[in-house]
């Protein structure tokens, strides 16, 4: 089993930005795609980006495209996902999520789950 505890959520004004930090443990963090979902009150799940096992390869939704960066630290064993001018509408409950393979924007395609945490940004 992959562990994922994601933390750096938090509220934060419109204009302003985050970090999201996912931990993981258990297993050879570095053999996992990483990928970030949300999802906002009364709405699915949505993917918001994804990175390669090598940090190589990168993907956004076109709705964080040049304002969000993802990225990781295999050393550390932890994914980042950098949120700058943020909208109200990027409140949501933040998760992130493993799976072997490339990356992808699918949420069924990826085996591992964290417990999210929650972003809320005022207008």
């Known amino acids: 089993q992959l562990q994922l505890v994601e933390s750096g959520g938090g509220l934060v004004q419109a204009g302003g930005s985050l970090r999201l930090s996912c931990a993981a443990s258990?297993?050879?963090?570095?053999?996992?795609?990483m990928g970030w979902f949300r999802q906002a009150p009364g709405k699915e799940r949505e993917f918001v980006a994804a990175?390669?096992?090598?940090?190589?390869?990168?993907n956004y939704a076109d709705s964080v495209k040049g304002r969000f960066t993802i990225s990781r630290d295999n050393a550390k064993n932890t994914a980042y996902l950098q949120m700058n001018n943020l909208f109200p509408e990027n409140t949501a409950v933040y998760y992130c999520?493993?799976?072997?393979?490339?990356?992808?924007?699918?949420?069924?395609?990826?085996?591992?789950w964290g417990r999210g945490t929650q972003v809320t940004v005022s207008s």
């Open positions: 999520a493993a799976r072997r393979g490339l990356p992808s924007p699918a949420e069924y395609n990826y085996d591992y």
């Open positions: 258990g297993r050879t963090f570095s053999s996992y795609a």
């Open positions: 990175i390669s096992w090598s940090g190589g390869s990168t």
